[in-house]
């Protein structure tokens, strides 16, 4: 099992950015995993906002993100980000970035979920 904490959470007023961070530590290293974002806003499901394959190669966005927010990593350095940008009230959300071995596509974690997960970062998107 691998450790994920969320960081970069915070409030942002609408049309501003954020960074979200993911430390991962423990188990095997990055290079094994596909990571993504998930997020849940209140009383909602959780739903998947982005994935990347294991060797970065591969990417995938929920549609209300696309062109808004980046999924980006860094195997060396056990991390991995999410780059969001012109942010909307309706982002707003705990955000839990996740990790899994199975070796699916990155579509297929963002409409699935994954295995490991973090606790969660809050973002609030409003003027």
């Known amino acids: 099992q691998v450790q994920l904490v969320e960081s970069g959470g915070g409030l942002v007023q609408p049309g501003g950015s954020l960074r979200l961070s993911c430390a991962v530590s423990g188990g095997r290293t990055l290079d094994y995993y596909s990571v993504g974002w998930f997020r849940q806003a209140p009383g909602k499901e959780r739903e998947g906002v982005s994935a990347i394959s294991s060797r970065g190669d591969g990417t995938y966005y929920a549609d209300s993100v696309k062109g808004r927010f980046t999924i980006s990593r860094d195997n060396a350095n056990n991390a991995f980000w999410l780059q969001m940008n012109n942010l909307k009230p309706e982002d707003t959300a705990v955000y839990y970035c996740?990790?899994?071995?199975?070796?699916?596509?990155?579509?297929?974690?963002?409409?699935?979920?994954?295995?490991?997960w973090g606790k969660g970062t809050l973002v609030t998107v409003s003027s």
């Open positions: 996740a990790a899994d071995r199975r070796g699916r596509a990155a579509n297929w974690y963002v409409r699935n979920g994954m295995t490991e």
